[in-house]
C-alpha cells in the first residue's frame, strides 16, 4: 500500500489511502506509455521518401522530378551536459545519415552545364540532433543536403547542384512530445525558433531560407495503432501500440506528424513539412537497441540488458510535496549493487546521490517543487521529467513527475480540451485543431471524440455521458469504471445541415448526469461545451493588368476577395513563370506585381483563404506580349566597286529569348549573295557595281517576331587601269633586255600592245 501526500487535497492534513494504486512497469505511468529512455548505440533505419518539388520551385530552378527514396539511419551517439537557459541539462546526440535518389530518368532540369536534360538526382543527407533527456525535446537541428545530378543517368558527368545547410536552435526547446502519451492529449507552446542556411548554389542562394522568430505550436494524440497513412504501413511490424502526434502551427497550418511507438522508444513514422519547402517521410524498417538480447531488428526491440527503472510513489502529486522515488537497476545481466547513482530533477536544479543496495535498488525523496513545464496541456498542471543516471556506464532511467493542483479521491471531468475532432469535407478527413478553433461549412461531416477523465486517485464507479448536438439530439452512452488518471471515451458524429446559418453551434457535455458517482468530489467539471463555428468558403475575385510587353508590371488584383462569414482573407498567387515552373507568392493584401521575361498567355491560380483555412481558387490567364528582336548593322559607309562587303549583325539580340546564349535570333540577308549563307550574323559579298547599295538585314527571334533594318553603302568609282605594254614581233612577245629595253633591228614590223579596262557601268557609258 502506498500513501499520496495530499496535504493540500481536501482541506485537512490527512492522506488518502491508495488501495488500488499499482506500481507500473518500465517507461509508463499508471498504464500509459512514458518518457523513454536511450543508449549509446541505439540504431534505427527508417524507409524515406523525400519530395523536394516544391524546393526546387520555390528556388526558381525549371525541373520536374519523382520523389526520392531510399534509407537513413539514426544513431544515438553520445550523452553530455550542455548548459540551456543557464541550467545544466543532460542531452543526447542523435546523428542522422542518408541517400536519396530519383532513380534513373526520374528527373528532369533545365539549365545543367550541358543543356536541358533527363537524369538523375541524388541527395545525401548528413544531420544532428540534440535531444533533452528528461522529455526528448529538441534543442537543435543541423542537418546538410548534398544535391548532385547525372544527367542522362550517366556518372561521370554528375554536377553538384546544390549544397545546403539548416542549423535550427529552439528557445526554449521544442517539446513534441508531452509524456505520459494519452490520446486526445493535447499541448500548446511558445518558442523561438532560428534556421541558418548556409552552402552553395549556381541555381539560387541558400540564405534566402533563413528565419527567425517566435512561435506558438500545438500538438494533438489523435489515434492509437498500427501506423497507417493513406494506405500505406511500415515495414517494421512490432508498432502496432504507436501514438499519432499531429503538430500545426499558430494559424492551424499542419507541420507534420509523427507516430510515437512505445516498444522501440522512438517514431515508428515522422513526416516533416519544412519550411524552405520539402517534405520528408521516414517510415521504420529496423530497430537495433544497444546492450539488449532477444532483438529482431524487424519486428523485437528485446530486452535491455541492464535498466533503471524509476517508480514515483503516486501518480501524480501536489505541487511542493514530497515523495519516494524507488529506483531498480538490475536486468537479465543481474542486479547491479552499491553503485553510486545521480538522480536528477533539472527543473528545479535538483541533483541527489542515490547508491543502490546489495539488490540493485535504491529510493530517494524527492520534493516536487512549484516549477511548471513550457507546455500548457489538457492532462495535468505540469509534467517535469525525472532522470536517475549511472554516469560510469551512461545508463539512464526516465520517469516523469505529473504535477496537480488538487488530487481528490475521485473526479470526473468533461475534459473538453482532449477532444479529436475529425472532419470530413468531400471525402477528404483532417483532424481539427483547438489552436484556431473548430470550424466546418454546411455539407461537412464532424465526429467528436469525447474523453471523460478521472483526475482522482481511485477508481471510479461505471455511470453514463450525454451529449447534446447542436440540433438538438440527446445521445446518452454508458461510461466504464475508470482508473486514475485514466479515461474513457464516446464518439458522436454530426453532419452539418446545408442550410446551417453562419454562427456558433454548440456541442454540450454532462459527465454523470444522474449522480451515480457520489465518490465525485467536484461536480462542477462534470459539464462541457464544445463551440462549432459554422461558416462559409471565403468569395476569390481577381482582375489582371495584362496586354503589356515583356517586362512591364502585370498587377494581379485580388483584394476585392471576401468572407462572407467574416474576418480577414490571405492569397497565394501561383504564378507560371515559364512552362513547369510555379512561382509562389502569399500576401496578405491580395496583390502582387510580377513580370515575364518571354511573351505568351500565362496561367495564374489565385487560393484565397480565410480565418478557418477554408479556400477559394480562381484560374486567371495574363497575356503579355513578345518584343521584337534589335538589329544593329555595321557596314563600311563606302567601298571601291569590286571590293567584297563585311556586313556584320552579330551585335543583334533579343530581351526576352528563351533560347541558349548565341541563338538567341536569326539573322536573313534578303538580295544578298552571302559566302557565310542565309542565316548567319555576318555576310561577306562582291560589290560589283558603283553607286548606292542596300543592305538589308532582318532577325526572327524564337517568338517569329521580326526587325528589318536597312542601310546604304556609297560604292565609289575607281579609275581606268591599263595593263603594261607587250612587244610583239611574228606572233611572239618579246622580252627585255638586262636593262628592260627591247631591242629592234631597223625596218622590223611589230606590234605594242596595251589592255586599258574600266567598271561596266563606265564603260557602257
Do not use: H
Request: hydrophobic letters at 35%.
Amino acid at each position: 500500500m502506498l500513501m499520496a501526500p495530499l496535504s493540500n487535497s481536501n482541506g485537512n492534513d490527512e492522506a488518502i489511502e491508495l488501495t488500488e494504486f499499482a506500481v507500473s512497469e518500465s517507461n509508463t505511468l499508471n498504464g500509459w506509455p512514458d518518457v523513454p529512455s536511450w543508449r549509446i548505440g541505439d540504431r534505427y533505419t527508417y524507409e524515406t521518401q523525400f519530395d523536394v518539388q516544391q524546393l526546387i520551385q520555390q528556388a526558381n530552378v525549371s525541373a520536374t522530378l519523382n520523389t526520392l527514396t531510399g534509407d537513413t539511419e539514426y544513431e544515438v551517439t553520445d550523452i553530455f551536459f550542455m548548459t540551456i537557459d543557464n541550467v545544466q541539462t543532460l542531452v543526447y546526440k542523435m546523428e542522422i545519415s542518408g541517400s536519396f535518389t530519383s532513380g534513373n530518368d526520374g528527373a528532369f532540369i533545365e539549365d545543367t552545364p550541358v543543356g536541358d536534360a533527363n537524369g538523375r538526382l541524388d541527395i545525401e543527407y548528413q544531420g544532428e540532433d540534440i535531444i533533452r533527456v528528461r522529455d526528448l525535446a529538441v534543442v537543435n537541428s543541423d542537418f546538410t543536403l548534398d544535391v548532385d545530378f547525372a544527367p542522362f543517368n550517366i556518372g561521370f558527368l554528375s554536377a553538384n547542384l546544390a549544397t545546403i545547410s539548416f542549423d535550427t536552435s529552439y528557445s526554449p526547446p521544442k517539446e513534441k512530445y508531452d509524456f505520459p502519451v494519452r490520446v486526445g492529449d493535447q499541448w500548446y507552446m511558445d518558442f523561438f525558433a532560428s534556421t541558418n542556411a548556409g552552402g552553395s548554389s549556381d541555381y539560387f542562394d541558400p540564405t534566402e531560407f533563413d528565419t527567425a522568430g517566435p512561435e506558438n505550436n500545438s500538438w494533438q494524440i489523435s489515434a492509437n495503432g498500427v501506423p497507417t497513412e493513406g494506405g500505406v504501413n511500415i515495414a517494421y511490424s512490432g508498432c502496432a501500440d504507436s501514438y499519432k502526434i499531429n503538430e500545426w502551427n499558430q494559424t492551424g497550418i499542419s507541420q507534420g506528424f509523427n507516430w510515437y511507438c512505445p516498444d522501440v522508444r522512438y517514431n515508428s513514422w515522422m513526416r516533416v513539412s519544412n519550411a524552405a519547402g520539402f517534405t520528408i517521410d521516414w517510415l521504420l524498417k529496423e530497430y537495433r537497441p544497444a546492450g539488449s538480447s532477444g532483438v529482431n531488428a524487424n519486428s523485437n526491440p528485446g530486452t535491455r540488458n541492464l535498466e533503471i527503472d524509476i517508480t514515483p510513489q503516486a501518480v501524480a502529486t501536489l505541487p511542493n510535496a514530497e515523495q519516494t522515488i524507488a529506483i531498480d537497476y538490475s536486468g537479465p545481466s543481474g542486479v547491479q549493487p552499491n553503485t553510486n547513482l545521480q538522480l536528477r530533477y533539472e527543473m528545479d536544479s535538483t541533483l541527489l546521490n542515490p547508491t543502490t543496495d546489495t539488490n540493485g535498488q535504491a529510493t530517494a525523496l524527492l520534493n516536487s517543487s512549484d516549477v511548471v513545464d513550457t507546455t500548457n496541456a489538457s492532462d495535468d498542471y505540469s509534467s517535469n521529467g525525472l532522470i536517475v543516471w549511472d554516469p560510469q556506464a551512461e545508463i539512464i532511467g526516465t520517469a516523469t513527475i505529473v504535477i496537480d493542483l488538487s488530487l481528490t479521491p475521485v473526479d470526473l471531468i468533461a475534459q473538453s480540451d482532449a477532444i479529436i475532432v475529425t472532419r470530413t469535407r468531400d471525402g477528404v478527413e483532417s483532424i481539427l485543431t483547438k489552436s484556431i478553433g473548430y470550424n466546418a461549412l454546411p455539407g461537412d461531416s464532424l465526429s467528436f471524440s469525447i474523453p471523460t477523465q478521472n483526475r482522482g486517485l481511485l477508481t471510479s464507479s461505471p455511470t453514463s455521458i450525454d451529449v447534446t448536438t447542436p440540433n438538438g439530439t440527446v445521445i446518452s452512452e454508458p461510461l466504464p469504471s475508470i482508473p486514475s488518471y485514466g479515461e474513457a471515451r464516446v464518439d458522436v458524429e454530426w453532419t452539418v445541415p446545408d442550410d446551417e446559418p453562419i454562427g456558433i453551434q454548440n456541442l454540450a457535455i454532462e459527465v454523470d448526469p444522474d449522480e451515480l458517482v457520489s465518490e465525485d468530489s467536484n461536480r462542477s467539471n462534470n459539464l462541457a461545451s464544445v463551440e462549432i463555428f459554422i461558416g462559409r468558403t471565403p468569395t476569390a475575385q481577381a482582375t489582371v493588368s495584362d496586354e503589356v510587353y515583356t517586362f512591364e508590371n502585370v498587377t494581379i488584383d485580388a483584394s476585392a476577395s471576401f468572407d462572407e462569414d467574416g474576418g480577414d482573407v490571405t492569397c497565394r498567387f501561383s504564378v507560371e513563370k515559364r512552362p513547369g515552373l510555379i512561382e509562389n507568392f502569399d500576401t496578405e493584401n491580395c496583390i502582387i506585381e510580377y513580370n515575364w521575361s518571354d511573351g505568351s498567355d500565362w496561367n495564374i491560380v489565385v487560393i484565397v483563404t480565410d480565418d478557418e483555412l477554408d479556400t477559394d481558387t480562381i484560374d486567371l490567364t495574363a497575356t503579355v506580349f513578345n518584343q521584337a528582336p534589335f538589329v544593329n548593322l555595321t557596314v563600311p559607309e563606302t567601298i571601291d566597286v569590286n571590293q567584297f562587303v563585311f556586313a556584320d549583325a552579330s551585335n543583334s539580340g533579343d530581351i526576352d529569348t528563351i533560347s541558349p546564349s548565341g541563338q538567341e535570333v536569326t539573322i536573313s540577308w534578303p538580295g544578298l549573295n552571302c559566302n557565310e549563307g542565309t542565316t548567319q550574323p555576318t555576310c561577306t559579298f562582291l560589290a560589283n557595281e558603283e553607286g548606292p547599295l542596300t543592305v538589308t538585314a532582318v532577325a526572327e527571334d524564337d517568338d517569329g517576331a521580326t526587325t528589318t533594318i536597312t542601310t546604304v553603302i556609297d560604292v565609289l568609282n575607281v579609275a581606268p587601269t591599263i595593263s603594261q605594254p607587250e612587244l610583239w614581233k611574228a606572233g611572239q612577245n618579246q622580252s627585255v633586255d638586262d636593262l628592260g629595253y627591247w631591242n629592234l633591228n631597223e625596218d622590223e614590223t611589230v606590234i605594242l600592245r596595251a589592255v586599258a579596262d574600266d567598271t561596266p557601268l563606265d564603260k557602257d557609258s
